[in-house]
């Protein structure tokens, strides 16, 4: 909470910690980004009718009315704030004491912050996340969602139930992958058996970058708990078996697509089915490195990232 001493002697001071200085005037949806860049930082002051020279703090007096009403047509509507009146010696000021917000505030839906140095708010580019996950697993990527979405500040969860509408390409949304930032993949048994999950992985895998990119949850059979049914869920990946039963499976799978191509016997009929073979071939040579990464790196399954509050994706996406 700031008080009018605070005001005083940061002027007295030439202190600029948490206060902007604006003279003459400002438009509202100027005034709206300082909002923003104040809500989304520590909070601070939008002190009116003093002159910032860069070198020294000139008392001026501000003669303007400011409204709220205007102001909350640029900003978002859970942004907080208030506007005083401060008389200093005979100047009259006038001043808007911004209060941080756990949420993300947006003027005119951009994120700003304020930059110590320039002393006025600059843009965030907000990042995306795209969220791999078999349908089977949607109660997990429905958690996730909930539990792990409001953390991540600065990023916004992309899901095919909420980013896609009728009649949109699967396919398009899919190939999407390499215009978002970071891919969390929930890898469980029906995910690394799902066609439209591994094609993502192969997706993935083609970015240079892809470590830095890709974070995952390992789906285990103790997450039992959050599934309505009892199948068997955990992925089997930190066994040459299990790892060989994949394999065998991707390998099942482009055996029988090349049976019914060749009983065809006319490649103009095939086109389609050349067309997913290929894809399927990928799979097969992506998914044994996708494994051996998932293998090699830290997994921590879905219960303990619950129990922490996704603390170590949550640490990893912010501080990007």
Known sequence: MYDEKFIIESINNNS??????????????????????????????????????????????????????????????????????????????????????????????????????????????????????????????????????????????????????????????????????????????????????????VQTLKSNRYKDKLHFIIISDQDKKYYSESDDIGAKIYNILGQAEYIKYWQTQYEDISESIAQVNDPSLTVKLSEELNIIKKIQIDIQEFMAYLKDAKGITFSEMMATSFKDIVECINKR
């Open 16 to 201: 600029r910690k948490n206060i902007a200085y604006i003279y003459p005037t400002k438009s509202s949806k100027e005034i709206a980004k300082y909002i923003s860049a104040f809500s989304n930082n520590a909070g601070g002051i939008i002190l009116f009718g003093v002159k910032d020279t860069g070198t020294c703090l000139e008392k001026k007096g501000y003669n303007f009315n400011i409204h709220k009403t205007d102001l909350m047509k640029f900003i978002d509507s859970h942004a907080i704030f208030d506007i005083y009146d401060i008389k200093i010696e005979d100047k009259k000021l006038k001043y808007i004491e911004v209060v941080p917000n756990q949420d993300v505030v947006k003027a005119e839906n951009v994120i700003y912050l304020m930059d110590e140095n320039k002393l006025f708010p600059q843009i965030v580019n907000e990042s995306k996340l795209f969220l791999s996950y078999c349908q089977k697993d949607s109660c997990i990527a429905d958690l996730i969602d909930k539990k792990l979405g409001p953390q991540l500040k600065y990023t916004k969860i992309t899901r095919d139930i909420r980013d896609t509408n009728y009649k949109d390409s699967f396919n398009e949304f899919m190939n999407s992958i390499d215009q978002h930032d970071f891919v969390l993949t929930l890898v469980s048994d029906k995910y690394l058996k799902s066609r439209n999950c591994m094609y993502e992985v």
